[in-house]
């Protein structure tokens, strides 16, 4: 039996990060009876994967998990006793059957949507049009394979970037990004654009939402995997 | 607005000493009236036309007729007979004040309550940590508590309305803002080592609770969590009524700097309150190489390393207490410590929480009387209070006895024991890290203390006598323990696990149920045996983990001087068979420096891991790329209690030149791994172990050269710490003790006699070795210990 889980992450549970999350979670399910399928082999290990892995530090309005069980799950109090046992800052807030040979999550999952909170720090609003606009957009980024840092154009996996004016000055991004980028590698390339050092710990990271394509249009994730 | 001179504030304070204000008050005045200006100083800046003068003069005298019963009429009309009716105004008025509803209509009068509602006796606490006080006063009358919450909503709104207009926390104008932690986190390794929030952490309404304890272990929160005693003792004191036991941690250098740099100090893991606000901290000593993070957790929480340092009065600053095993000498930290709880802590501590919150009811608004306490504490069996102890020194410097200075305190104090394992608390719930720690499993003592007699091994003979705990009722608690947390791995823990009587019977059950659930299933500390070798195969099956022996010594000779009753036919066939059984890493450990060791004992270590080597490869039938064998060697270190208490520990030198000896010998062994302890650590390690009450001259100097985690070796740093050593006077040669010398642990009593101690030695240096007390009594001076009773059975 297969699910799909949508739950959120904040507070201080941001700073615990993707692996240790993932080991969370198959402590939660073991402590509420949940009989994973464990995978076969010498080292079996839980079939339990995340759609999109998050960075440390950024918190998530949405995040989604995806498990095999071998027995049903009680869907009626399911969420009622995650809730219940889940450390503060991680709460369920939608579960699913999924079908069987759909594709995993983490195929589906192609972008996602952030909202960035930058402190006031000048006319932010053209910047931010300037910058979308731009044709390329170079940012370093330190090669999985190689490890040495190559410059690439990330403009093409900025979907969507819209500035909105919220009170005391402060500045919200709303973007939507393909799933290569990380929303803190076009930070830096925003912030050294307008000229500004950049300082991440001012700066709120949030992931509002996990999509996928639905054609040509991306839409959220749960939306397709339940089709 | 006019603004007139006021007195100042020495003029201020012999106002108070005229009117007889107890000195805390005063201090407590200067403190408000600090805070107040600042914030009055401040809000001039945002457009208001403070007088902070008179702000200043008013706080200074708002508390000056505090020991009337009316004190804030009483004070009022002191101030108008002396001519000061704006300041009378405002002391009349400062306890029943309410704020006005925009900062706007601020005047002097609310500035200092301001003040008032923040500062807590003669520091700055915030507001929000100020009510729990005010409230914690009223724990009994929630229908007092009603009122009073409903008030503080528009106090607590109003401050904040005046660190808005400011621009940021009042605390930050003294130099401690309570920085955002998020933005803190953001700038460290491994945030999740401060964040807290576990599964089956404690969280209480802080407020209402009776005794605030801190449980701090001296390093990282990954080691700490680790520590088994931490579970136990923290859910033990969380059970207990009135009582909130949050956990503090060494913070790595990075958190420190950016803490210190924001001016926050050390806090708790669960509600982050600050340490030096805590009525206990208790502190666990489980190896020597800790007591400088000790040092600088303690100068980061702002408390004085030294109890003289830290007042008579009880709630200025928090009672110091340390147990563990390094308590067992608590000579070089006794000058720190307020008290020593020494031996098992499951039934004192809870003992010494009730009396210290018995003599908090008794004082009632007031504080503590520290030596009051400390006396009635000192009457707990296993408390030992050093301030109660003073040492004498003879002229050329060398210690020669304890004097005691409070003539009820015991001559000797004798270890607590809880006697019936069975009885004793064993949490449910443990505590489910969220980062990965060392050991990250469910963890089950089987028993405690150990039957062997190693003579080098101060956890055998400190932690006496053996006691079982039953099978049944470890069943049942790993299995509420994996319920609740969810973990896949388990591990029995003890000093020997395979002494355990029912250790066969126990693992075969264990293992089946833990098969099902996919939970799996270590057993550390076993001896080399077939034994031992078939029921890890039974319980791991193809899923073998590495497997480690400790055959300590090279030789013979030197396995009987050290007690280790196995012989060299033990370990081999140990290797043969688990090499038969398919194992194809083997670990060993040994230590040199022992006593009366030679260069052939040194090179018998390396002789006896060819002869492993060779055995493996006949018992897995000459198949290639099968087998590998670690040597890991460490260095002898004499501990307080042990038979080997009095010999001096080998110098680092010559050690050094016997790791080179095993190194070169090892190199030429194929498919062995040759890895070895620092020399250096050791040396440091064996000084602090068995040094008297000066050697903390030398911790604080090391402290403050920059020592710290000395247990990890890259922070290690042997020339500061040659370089404390010496700044403090403190010799930093391993010294022998004379069988006349006085120890300076000789007051401390782990229950075993000296005369079987210094029975054992000479039998050591004879080669000749003692059974493991099941077959008979050996006489180590444990009175009724329950092992003769069990040797008749």
């Known amino acids: 039996m297969k699910y799909l889980l949508k739950f959120e992450k904040k507070g201080m549970m941001i700073f615990i990060s993707h692996l240790d999350t993932q080991r969370l979670f198959h402590r939660l399910m073991k402590r509420l009876d949940v009989k994973l399928k464990y995978s076969n082999g010498f080292n079996p290990h839980p079939r339990l994967s995340f759609a999109q892995p998050l960075s440390v530090g950024h918190s998530s309005a949405a995040e989604y998990l995806e498990f095999e069980t071998t027995e049903p799950i009680k869907f009626q109090t399911f969420k009622e006793s995650f809730n ?71 403009r093409p996996h900025i979907v969507a970037l819209k500035p909105l004016l919220v009170s005391d000055g402060d500045v919200v991004l709303l973007s939507v990004l393909h799933a290569n980028l990380n929303p803190e590698v076009m930070l830096r390339s925003f912030y050294k654009f307008c000229g500004k050092a950049y300082e991440r710990e001012s700066i709120r990271i949030e992931r509002t939402s996990v999509l996928g394509w639905r054609g040509d249009e991306l839409v959220p994730l749960e939306s397709i995997c339940l089709e | 607005m006019m603004n007139r001179d006021y007195p100042d504030h020495d003029a201020c304070v012999t106002i108070l000493r005229e009117n007889k204000t107890p000195e805390h008050v005063i201090r407590h005045c200067a403190a408000v009236a600090d805070v107040a200006a600042r914030v009055g100083e401040e809000l001039n800046r945002t457009g208001l036309s403070l007088d902070v003068g008179l702000i200043s003069f008013a706080a200074m005298l708002h508390d000056v007729a505090r020991s009337e019963s009316e004190h804030a009429a009483a004070g009022a009309k002191l101030l108008r007979d002396m001519g000061f009716e704006r300041a009378a105004c405002i002391v009349e008025a400062h306890m029943e004040h309410h704020f006005p509803e925009s900062t706007d209509d601020f005047t002097e009068l609310d500035v200092v309550c301001v003040g008032d509602r923040t500062v807590k006796e003669d520091r700055y606490v915030g507001f929000d940590r100020r009510m729990e006080d005010v409230l914690a006063r009223y724990a009994d009358k929630p229908e007092i508590i009603a009122g009073l919450k409903s008030r503080m909503e528009r106090s607590r709104l109003m401050i904040k309305k005046v660190e808005e207009r ?141 109890s003289a340092e830290r007042g008579p009065e009880a709630g200025a600053y928090p009672i110091l207490i340390a147990g563990g ?200 500390s076993l001896r080399v045996d077939s034994f031992s070798l078939k029921m890890l195969e ?65 090179e018998g270590i390396a002789d006896i891991a060819r002869k492993a080597m060779r055995e493996a490869k006949t018992a897995k039938g000459g198949v290639k790329g099968g087998f590998a064998l670690t040597v890991s060697v460490s260095n002898f270190v004499p501990k307080p209690h042990t038979p ?63 020592c710290g985690f000395d247990s990890w070796q890259e922070r290690f740093d042997y020339d500061k710490w040659r370089e404390a050593f010496e700044a403090a006077g403190v010799s930093f040669e391993s010294e022998g003790f004379g069988p006349d010398r006085a120890l300076p642990w000789e007051h401390i009593s782990c229950g075993v006699s000296a005369r079987y101690l210094a029975a054992e030695w000479e039998k050591a240096l004879r080669g000749t070795t003692t059974k493991d007390c099941r077959g008979g009594c050996v006489g180590c001076g444990l009175d009724d210990c329950g092992m003769a009773k069990r040797t008749e059975k």
């Open chain 1, 84 to 154: 219940a046992v889940a450390p503060e800052g991680i709460r369920l807030l939608e579960s699913w059957s999924l079908r069987d040979g759909g594709k995993a999550v983490a195929a589906v999952a192609a972008a996602a949507r952030y909202r960035l909170e930058i402190p006031f720090f000048f006319p932010c609003m053209e910047a931010t049009l300037d910058f979308f606009a731009s044709e390329a957009i170079f940012a370093e980024k330190r090669s999985k394979k190689t490890k040495s840092v190559e410059k690439v154009n990330i």
């Open chain 2, 325 to 524: 095993p390094c308590s067992f000498n608590p000579e070089p930290l006794a000058d720190m410590f307020d008290l020593f709880l020494i031996g098992d802590g499951e039934e004192a501590l809870p003992e010494l929480c009730e009396m210290y919150m018995s003599h908090k009811r008794a004082a009632g608004t007031g504080n503590v009387d520290k030596d009051a306490f400390l006396k009635a504490a000192s009457t707990i069996n296993g408390i030992y209070v050093p301030s109660f102890y003073a040492p004498i020194y003879s002229e050329s410097g060398v210690f020669s006895g304890m004097d005691k200075v409070y003539d009820a305190a015991p001559d000797r104090i004798v270890k607590r024991v809880v006697k019936d394992l069975n009885k004793a608390f064993v949490p449910e719930k443990p505590i489910v890290p969220l980062i990965e720690v060392v050991q990250d499993r469910v963890n089950v003592e089987i028993f405690r203390g150990c039957v062997r007699g190693c003579r080098f091994c101060q956890a055998g003979m400190i932690y006496r006598p053996m006691r079982e705990r039953d099978q049944t009722l470890i069943y049942e608690k790993a299995m509420a323990q994996l319920s609740s947390t969810g973990y896949d791995e388990m591990s029995l823990l003890s000093l020997s696990t395979s002494d355990y009587s029912g250790v066969e019977a126990l693992a075969a059950k264990l293992a089946r149920d833990c098969g099902d659930r996919n939970v799996a299933i270590s057993i550390p």
């Open chain 2, 166 to 306: 400011i621009g940021g926390p009042i605390g930050g104008l003294l130099g401690l803002p309570p920085v955002s932690m998020e933005a803190c986190l953001l700038q460290v390794e491994k945030p999740g080592r401060y964040v807290g929030g576990e599964m089956n952490s404690v969280h209480k309404e802080a407020a209402s609770q009776e005794l605030r304890f801190g449980l701090a272990f001296p390093d990282m929160y990954e080691i700490g969590m680790s520590w088994i005693g931490l579970q136990i003792l923290y859910h033990l004191l969380n059970g207990m009524d009135g009582v909130y036991c949050e956990r503090i941690f060494a913070p790595a250098e990075d958190f420190e700097n950016i803490m210190r740099k924001h001016g926050a100090p050390l806090m708790t893991l669960e509600t982050k309150t600050r340490v030096d606000s805590l009525d206990m901290l208790g502190f666990t000593l489980q190896y020597e190489l800790s007591y400088t993070n000790i040092v600088n957790m303690l100068k980061f929480a702002g408390i004085p390393a030294r």
């Open chain 2, 538 to 602: 039974d319980i791991q099956g193809y899923k073998k983990t590495g497997l480690t022996f400790a055959p300590e010594a090279g030789t013979q000779r030197m396995r009987d001087v050290i007690n280790k009753n196995i012989t060299e036919d033990d370990i081999l066939s140990a290797v043969r068979e688990a090499a038969g059984l398919g194992w194809n890493h083997v670990k060993f450990y040994f230590m040199i420096g022992l006593p009366t060791e030679t260069v052939d004992d040194v």
């Open chain 2, 644 to 706: 080997f208490q009095w010999v001096a520990q080998e110098s680092q030198e010559s050690l050094y030149k016997k790791v080179l000896l095993l190194k070169e010998s090892l190199s030429k062994a194929k498919g062995v791994k040759f890895q070895y302890h620092d020399t250096k650590a050791s040396h440091v390690e064996a000084l602090l172990a068995r040094g008297d009450r000066r050697v903390l001259a030398a911790i604080e100097k090391a402290s403050e050269l920059g």
